[in-house]
């Protein structure tokens, strides 16, 4: 287990405050927190490349940040994917002129959230791209590649691309080559005992005695499978066979590979060379040659005890980015050129007085944008009224989800990481707490639910986190500013909030996620509401329609999200955001006063 912590709920603060008063020689904590980027900023515009996901993988994905390798890294809570607001932090602080490229595993979260702060970028002049890594061959069949989860061949991904930005590639020339990299790379794993979250004293997931799960995830998920645990000759052969099956095509004639053995936590480095020596003689005999194989850990799932082989087919432009030196924090390879401002060597951390003059602009367009968004910002008359109940309603949101935390997680732990319960008490908290200090500024109820859901957004992280604070903002776009709503702006607010999740999330009633619950209740109520039932009645049929269709997807199978590659696992079990956005309504449908 996860023994050493303080406050679980800030792990990943302490942990990012310790890690960078132990290397500030390579790294620097971002301004408000978010992650980390380079002690010293490039001389001369490059592509700033950043790596990024939850914690809990170290060294991936904050240790690869130094010359030579990443340019920064967007660090999310334990197993959940950061939020827009920190990847956008973090690009806002590495970027330095050339542009931003995101690079990250195949989650919905991460895919999401990454995406928005693109976006962002890209509106304030900096071209921003992202690019998931798709390796496992475990989590979707060959037809389906671009559905894979990423694992340990993201490290490979991250190295090449990293070392063609160095070498001064443009943007489009540096995703290039994380494209042509993630197509020639393939990872298989296997687990022998589940991780545990920290402050959690049982694993999210156990393997039988004298069993091994196959295909494993890097979040605390399960193996989609299980047989017995053998010899590591026996280990070796499973995996060297299963990734050689899946030799991409177009690299059937290059012998030369990259090799990757990596280790999940808990399993000794000792235990990985005896897999590496049967390892190694099976790649051989079967024609390869291998070109500076790493063996240890690389890509962790906190405390799993467990491996990962990963096999990239070199060409010789692959080779040469592949072999390229770096020093970081974890991965030191060669000898890097002295730094020198004058001729593009690296300069101390603060940013160029032209940086920093078109950061300032940046930062000055934005308030005021989000001013004039944002306006009218007072509440008058009724509308104070409404944003108090507001406020109540996130407070006895907040008192449910924490007393469901524990069971929201093991729910997300049968086919998930375990962290949806985490996840929404970090999200209602910040939400909660920005609600209350916006009505004592006497904010709209627009403007206090818009400062609710970017909390939530920015706090919880994820793709629920993301979700739920899209929710939130376009609910309270239909509020308006001076009276009490009348039940024709509940029902549009209801819709708007289910357009936002959709849209953003692209999950479908029956694809197992909140929209599950979340369309039958805004299907319900507006229909009491055009009969003519109070507000607060048809709340309470509403959420009764929620609850019913949340436990309903206990016999669905996941289509979206990290739970997909275990469908037939999570079988009996609801979707854990369908089950606390049921709640969530259940408990406003008892507090809330009528509108």
């Known amino acids: 287990m996860t023994r050493i912590c303080n406050d679980p709920a800030r792990f990943t603060e302490d942990m990012v405050r310790g890690f960078v008063a132990a290397h500030p020689e390579h790294v620097r904590a971002v301004p408000g927190g978010g992650g980390v980027v380079r002690a010293r900023r490039p001389g001369t515009a490059k592509v700033a490349v950043l790596t990024g996901g939850g914690s809990g993988h170290y060294p991936a994905f904050c240790g690869?940040?130094?010359?030579?390798?990443?340019?920064?890294?967007?660090?999310?809570?334990?197993?959940?994917?950061?939020?827009?607001?920190?990847?956008?932090?973090?690009?806002?602080?590495?970027?330095?002129?050339?542009?931003?490229?995101?690079?990250?595993?195949n989650y919905a979260g991460d895919v999401i959230n990454f995406g928005q702060a693109a976006q962002r970028l890209t509106a304030e002049g900096i071209p921003a791209r992202c690019f998931a890594v798709t390796d496992d061959i475990a989590s979707a069949p060959t037809a389906e590649a671009d559905r894979r989860r990423g694992i340990a061949g993201g490290f490979t991904v991250y190295k090449t691309a990293s070392a063609a930005a160095e070498e001064g590639a443009d943007l489009d020339e540096v995703v290039r080559v994380a494209e042509h990299t993630n197509a020639r790379t393939r990872s298989l794993g296997v687990a022998f005992a589940g991780c545990t979250l920290p402050g959690q004293r049982e694993p999210l997931f156990t393997v039988p005695e004298g069993k091994l799960g196959l295909g494993l995830g890097i979040h605390g998920e399960p193996g989609v499978s299980e047989s017995e645990l053998t010899s590591a000759e026996e280990l070796a052969r499973t995996l060297v066979e299963g990734l050689l099956a899946e030799r991409p095509g177009q690299a059937a004639a290059d012998r030369r590979v990259a090799v990757l053995l990596n280790g999940l936590g808990a399993t000794k480095y000792e235990e990985l060379y005896v897999l590496w020596a049967s390892v190694e003689r099976l790649l051989t005999e079967a024609g390869l040659e291998l070109v500076r194989p790493e063996v240890g850990e690389l890509v962790t799932s906190l405390d799993m005890a467990g491996c990962s082989l990963t096999v990239t087919w070199l060409d010789e432009e692959l080779e040469r980015l592949w072999l390229a030196p770096a020093d970081t924090p974890a991965f030191r390879r060669g000898v890097l050129a002295p730094a020198d401002p004058g001729t593009g060597g690296s300069v101390p951390a603060q940013r160029t007085a032209s940086a920093a003059a078109g950061a300032t602009a940046t930062t000055t367009a934005r308030t005021a944008a989000t001013r004039t968004a944002d306006a009218p910002a007072t509440a008058t008359g009724e509308a104070v009224t409404t944003a108090d109940t507001v406020v109540r309603a996130l407070q006895a949101a907040h008192t449910l989800l924490h007393e469901h935390e524990e069971n929201l997680g093991r729910l997300d732990a049968v086919a998930g990481d375990g962290d949806h319960g985490r996840g929404m008490c970090k999200g209602v908290d910040a939400a909660l707490a920005a609600a209350e200090k916006a009505q004592v500024a006497g904010a709209a109820p627009a403007a206090l639910l818009g400062a609710a859901a970017d909390a939530w957004a920015a706090e919880a992280g994820g793709t629920s986190g993301a979700l739920w604070g899209a929710g939130l903002r376009a609910f309270g776009t239909a509020?308006?500013?001076?009276?009490?709503?009348?039940?024709?702006?509940?029902?549009?607010?209801?819709?708007?909030?289910?357009?936002?999740?959709?849209?953003?999330?692209?999950?479908?009633?029956?694809?197992?996620t909140l929209v599950d619950a979340l369309a039958p209740f805004v299907t319900a109520f507006g229909e009491r509401l055009e009969t003519g039932a109070p507000p607060a009645e048809a709340l309470t049929a509403a959420a009764g329609a929620a609850r019913t269709a949340a436990e309903a997807t206990a016999e669905l199978r996941p289509k979206l999200g990290r739970a997909r590659p275990l469908a037939e696992r999570s079988v009996g079990t609801p979707d854990p955001g369908a089950m606390s956005l049921a709640m969530v309504l259940g408990a406003l449908a008892e507090t809330v006063r009528p509108l």
């Open 64 to 105: 690869v940040v130094g010359d030579g390798f990443a340019d920064g890294s967007v660090i999310g809570n334990v197993f959940t994917s950061p939020s827009a607001a920190q990847a956008y932090s973090v690009a806002a602080e590495a970027e330095t002129g050339a542009g931003v490229l995101f690079l990250f595993g």
């Open 479 to 512: 509020l308006p500013a001076d009276r009490a709503p009348a039940p024709a702006e509940l029902a549009a607010g209801a819709r708007a909030a289910l357009e936002a999740v959709t849209s953003l999330g692209k999950a479908a009633p029956g694809d197992k």
